[in-house]
Structure formats: structure tokens, C-alpha cells
């Protein structure tokens, strides 16, 4: 599922080699943290937050009914 998630913020980022992944497990759930640069953070996220919306139904699509939710957090990268 990372793997689906990098590609697609990779389609919308163009400072690539700022992007970091966080993942955190927890019983019932993944929370992946996208972390962008500044310059990046309304391209990934979209007008009215359109591109991330789509990014979590993709997701919560691509994720077999017996596995963990994910969930989708895009934040700005810390300097």
C-alpha cells in the first residue's frame, strides 16, 4: 500500500527527494504521514482538497476487506 501512496504523491510533487514516508501500526490500523515540502503542499493536496480526498478513496479501495484501515495524513515537512 506505501507503494501505491509514493506513486501517486510522486505524480504531484515535483521536490521528490523531500518526500518522507512515516508509518505507524497500530492493533486495528496504519497511519502513513506524508511529509512535504512547503512549496509541494498545494499541488499533493489539490483546490478544495480534491487530490488527497482521492488519494484516501484509492486506499481505502486498494485495501483487502480483512486487513488493517489506512489512513492518509499529508503534513509539511519541518525545517
Do not use: H, W
Amino acid at each position: 500500500m506505501l507503494e501505491l501512496i509514493k506513486y501517486i504523491v510522486g505524480q504531484f510533487a515535483e521536490e521528490k527527494d523531500k518526500v518522507d514516508y512515516q508509518v505507524e501500526e497500530s492493533e486495528d490500523e496504519i497511519t502513513v504521514t506524508v511529509f512535504l515540502a512547503d512549496s509541494d503542499m498545494g499541488k499533493v493536496i489539490g483546490k478544495q482538497g480534491k487530490i488527497a480526498k482521492a488519494l484516501r478513496t484509492l486506499v481505502r479501495a486498494a485495501t483487502p476487506k480483512d486487513s488493517k484501515k489506512y489512513n492518509v495524513e499529508i503534513k509539511e515537512r519541518e525545517a
